[in-house]
């Protein structure tokens, strides 16, 4: 069956300190991932797609950026956090595009202070 | 305006009442999820549909292509369904979902 992992659960970092944050699936091949963050009081959006190895699609502009170095890992980053970068960030898979199920991770609270 | 839009925002009810919650969307799609987000932040999916109606035990979603309309109803409900409900459309001008904010349900004892 198939896994969605995401580390870490919880984390608190200084404002321009950097960020990553990993995700990784198992039990399937070359899936669609998905970044999303959910902000306090907002709803999620979706920062990062992927449809491949090195295929990253933006969706909103800002100081993050994600890489999938390999097949099944997506790795979101930041040199240097913002207040406005904390939030609930959410890894989801599908197998193909919108018009299948995603399936989400268990997520990472960040905050920033 | 947001391209997807939720009714209620906060939802109580008790136990055992019908409960409807209701996702509008203003472009057009191909496909609409219905997610549930548990209180700690944990996300699942309980069903993509582009038309008609389907059902999984309690739950029900429908909808209406025409009207650009769709519902999620929960028979029987219990507080174990106390959760945040967020309807997403696919098929947007970004070309992936588009997130409605969600309703957030109580359901008392």
């Known amino acids: 069956s198939q896994t969605i992992h995401q580390w870490p659960a919880t984390l608190v970092q200084p404002v321009g300190s950097p960020l990553s944050l990993e995700c990784t699936v198992e039990?399937?091949?070359?899936?669609?991932l998905y970044w999303y963050r959910q902000a306090a009081g907002r709803g999620l959006q979706l920062l990062f797609y992927?449809?491949?190895?090195?295929?990253i699609s933006s969706e909103v502009p800002q100081n993050l950026s994600a890489s999938r170095p390999q097949d099944r890992q997506f790795i979101l980053s930041s040199k240097k956090l913002l207040l406005s970068d904390s939030g609930f960030y959410l890894c989801a898979w599908s197998v193909g595009a919108g018009t299948d199920t995603q399936y989400f991770g268990p997520g990472t609270r960040l905050t920033v202070l | 305006k947001n391209e997807v839009e939720q009714s209620p925002q906060n939802l109580t009810a008790q136990e055992g009442e019908f409960i409807t919650i209701n996702c509008s969307y203003s472009v057009g799609i191909s496909a609409l999820h219905w997610l549930q987000q548990h209180p700690g932040g944990g996300i699942v999916s309980l069903f993509m549909l582009s038309s008609g109606k389907k059902k999984h035990g309690r739950l029900i979603a429908t909808i209406n292509i025409q009207e650009k309309h769709s519902s999620l109803h929960i028979t029987a409900s219990h507080p174990r369904d106390s959760a945040v409900y967020i309807c997403a459309a696919y098929g947007g001008s970004q070309g992936n979902l588009i997130f409605g904010k969600g309703t957030k349900l109580s359901v008392k004892p």
């Open positions: 992927s449809v491949g190895i090195g295929q």
């Open positions: 039990g399937t091949s070359n899936p669609n």
